[in-house]
């Protein structure tokens, strides 16, 4: 049976992921619930559950409304702000998905806020606002320590796990890397390759690991050139990659 995993469009750059087998779809992130409900009843689809990567409204905020007609299980971090989870997911489990094959692995991956998990489902990431197309998510509730430990974490993953992340910011992210790193010639390539995609309409994302790993200055900061950049915009050394880390995700909040 054909496996399908499809970008929805939402919002104003939101994904929201469709995993899809035969009829059965499953939604992760639905912030917004028209779209969703334009995408399933385009493709003959039946939902069979919602995963919640966290809190954020732009995340969750279609649940509500795509239950009104239909009943199924929404997954999600156990937070007190997402109420509709029925399932609550702490990291580490191995969790069935009612209609589609294989098991997903849920990882715990704090930094962005403090409850945020990934699914990890036939070779592909879904890791919301933790890890990006050429960057990572601002810290609105965790920590930079968080953060960093749970992008080294998704860095041991293997070189072509797919990250179907949840926003279409990588052509800001790369603009952000090549001023990290302006001699790093994957990078250039890889801006215009997306900036080729974008102008004919045609997502950035999923990404692969292995170019996350070779342009993502935030998987990055064991780098000489990485840290020395983050060291001029410092005005200091930096002996610790997590300083390094810190100092990137601070001048991203202003770039």
């Known amino acids: 049976m054909t496996l399908r995993i499809v970008p929805v469009s939402a919002l104003r750059d939101n994904y929201i992921w469709a995993l899809c087998s035969g009829t059965c779809c499953w939604l992760v992130d639905p912030?917004?619930?028209?779209?969703?409900?334009?995408?399933?009843?385009?493709?003959?689809?039946?939902?069979?559950?919602?995963?919640?990567?966290?809190?954020?409204?732009?995340?969750?905020?279609?649940?509500?409304?795509?239950?009104?007609?239909?009943?199924?299980?929404?997954?999600?971090?156990?937070?007190?702000?997402i109420p509709t989870v029925t399932n609550p997911l702490?990291?580490?489990?191995?969790?069935?998905?009612?209609?589609?094959?294989?098991?997903?692995?849920?990882?715990?991956?704090?930094?962005?806020?403090?409850?945020?998990?990934?699914?990890?489902?036939?070779?592909?990431?879904?890791?919301?606002?933790?890890?990006?197309?050429?960057?990572?998510?601002?810290?609105?509730?965790?920590?930079?320590?968080?953060?960093?430990?749970?992008?080294?974490?998704?860095?041991?993953?293997?070189?072509?796990?797919?990250?179907?992340?949840?926003?279409e910011y990588t052509?800001?992210?790369?603009?952000?890397?090549?001023?990290?790193?302006?001699?790093?010639?994957?990078?250039?390539r890889r801006r215009a390759h997306c900036e080729t995609l974008r102008s004919e309409a045609h997502p950035t994302v999923p990404s692969h690991l292995r170019d996350e790993l070779e342009t993502n200055p935030f998987l990055r900061c064991d780098q000489p050139a990485v840290r020395q950049a983050a060291e001029a915009r410092a005005g200091h050394s930096l002996e610790e990659p997590l300083e390094v880390f810190s100092t990137l995700r601070g001048w991203k909040d202003s770039f």
């Open 171 to 188: 052509l800001s992210n790369l603009a952000f890397a090549a001023a990290v790193e302006p001699t790093n010639l994957a990078i250039t």
């Open 31 to 81: 912030g917004e619930a028209a779209p969703a409900e334009a995408f399933l009843a385009r493709e003959g689809l039946v939902l069979g559950g919602i995963l919640l990567t966290h809190r954020h409204a732009d995340h969750q905020g279609g649940v509500a409304e795509l239950l009104t007609t239909r009943s199924c299980p929404v997954l999600g971090p156990l937070s007190p702000a």
């Open 90 to 167: 702490r990291g580490g489990e191995m969790i069935e998905l009612a209609g589609l094959p294989g098991l997903a692995e849920i990882f715990a991956t704090p930094g962005h806020t403090e409850e945020h998990i990934a699914y990890l489902w036939q070779g592909a990431l879904f890791c919301g606002d933790t890890l990006f197309a050429g960057g990572c998510g601002r810290l609105l509730g965790g920590t930079a320590p968080q953060l960093h430990a749970s992008l080294q974490m998704l860095a041991n993953l293997p070189g072509d796990t797919r990250i179907c992340c949840a926003h």
